[in-house]
């Protein structure tokens, strides 16, 4: 019986037991569990990883994004604009902060951010624009870049979902004023729990966000900022520091599934995820096919003992929580709105086997023989 599930974290740990192991342990005999050593060390690697100048660890991704507007002083009133089709921690630091999350559609072909439509949804209020590299995709951050350099607004990344990602050269989290990473475990760079980090090229947002993340303390017991409790632990960064060493090979083993997927899966009524330009590299974090069976395919698929993912089923405008205080309506985001009933994401993790690909592949298509 077949047992493949969208992402194995189990295997990942076996893999290299040892090394996790003693690394863990070595943090439990100094317990320096609060701001150690390793914290600073993970920083240094990661911020050197992609290209920046300064890494903060934070308790989460979506503390990173919440750490990374309040740096950049987003406030009430000011407005984000985002896309609809990306996970509600993109907008949640948003509405924290008492701004409000502007939303657009998304390119047909990409699944990210429609520029065209940037530009028609900036008002006076538009404090920064904050594209999200959805699935590892690279997001169209040259065009991106120009839009808001003419109009004089921020950038913030959401690189959640990006460790690794290159765009024209450059790692995605390099083109914000500050970006956002997640370490949440089925994340590429995953850690034993929550975990985040925001990376810039600024000193002073660098400094801030290391106040704003140790309860507003410059010193001791001396707090100059309203600060929040979020700080990336000691045991999480011993554990992504060791990861980030594999990172690399990890990605090229995802791309190595995905190219195997496309091959396997080209001559069938599918929509698959699009090429990737010269100089630059998805990391593959999610596979993304399109169908209009798609409910049907993923029943077919789970009966056999191959679990899938949707990225993401329900459409941020139409979810309960905030779709008040966001204020659109039904049919509002067609694209995002009729993909949303049609994306399945397949099994992807660097030690899915290329026999897995094979039995899930021979599944999709005895699916669509049968129809
Ligand atoms: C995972 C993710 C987040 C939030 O990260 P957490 O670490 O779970 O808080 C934000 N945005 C996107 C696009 C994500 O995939």
């Not at 924290?96 to 990409?110: C, E, F, Q, R, Y």
């Not at 991106?144 to 995605?172: F, L, M, P, R, Y």
């Not at 590299?281 to 096919?289: A, C, G, K, M, R």
Request: hydrophobic residues 40%; charged residues 20%; glycine residues 6%.
């Amino acid at each position: 019986m077949i047992n493949i599930p969208l992402v194995d974290l189990k295997r990942q740990y076996n893999d290299h037991r040892d090394d996790f192991d003693s690394s863990i342990s070595k943090v439990l005999k100094k317990s320096n569990f609060i701001l150690g050593e390793e914290v600073e060390e993970f920083e240094e690697a990661f911020a050197k990883y992609c290209g920046v100048k300064y890494c903060v660890g934070v308790a989460s991704g979506t503390d990173a994004i919440l750490l990374g507007l309040s740096a950049i002083g987003v406030k009430n009133g000011d407005e984000v604009i985002t896309q609809a089709n990306t996970f509600i921690s993109t907008i949640l630091p948003i509405i924290s902060l008492g701004a409000k999350p502007v939303l657009v559609d998304i390119n047909p072909n990409t699944y990210q951010i429609d520029v065209s439509m940037i530009s028609k949804a900036i008002s006076k209020k538009t404090r920064a624009i904050l594209p999200v590299h959805l699935y590892g995709y690279p997001a169209p951050m040259r065009e991106i870049s120009q839009i808001a350099s003419n109009k004089h607004i921020e950038i913030v990344e959401d690189a959640c979902q990006a460790h690794g990602t290159i765009i024209e050269n450059k790692k995605a989290g390099s083109f914000g004023v500050v970006s956002a990473f997640s370490f949440y475990p089925g994340k590429n760079l995953g850690a034993f729990g929550d975990g985040g980090a925001v990376v810039t090229n600024s000193s002073l947002i660098n400094k801030k966000i290391k106040i704003l993340r140790n309860i507003g303390q410059t010193k001791k017991y001396k707090h100059d900022l309203i600060g929040f409790n979020s700080r990336l632990d000691t045991l999480q960064a011993s554990v992504l520091s060791l990861k980030l060493k594999h990172l690399d090979a990890w990605n090229i083993k995802r791309r190595r599934i995905a190219k195997l997927y496309s091959k396997l899966l080209r001559d069938l009524p599918l929509v698959l995820p699009p090429d990737i330009a010269l100089g630059n590299f998805s990391n593959y974090h999610l596979y993304v096919i399109r169908t209009a069976k798609r409910d049907k395919l993923m029943n077919f698929l789970s009966s056999k003992g191959v679990h899938c993912g949707i990225h993401y089923p329900i459409p941020l405008h139409m979810q309960k929580s905030v779709n008040k205080i966001l204020g659109y309506q039904k049919n509002d985001f067609p694209l995002t709105e009729k993909y949303s009933r049609q994306i399945l994401s397949l099994p992807i993790f660097p030690e899915l086997k290329e026999q897995e690909v094979e039995q899930i592949c021979k599944l999709i298509t005895i699916f669509f023989n049968r129809q």
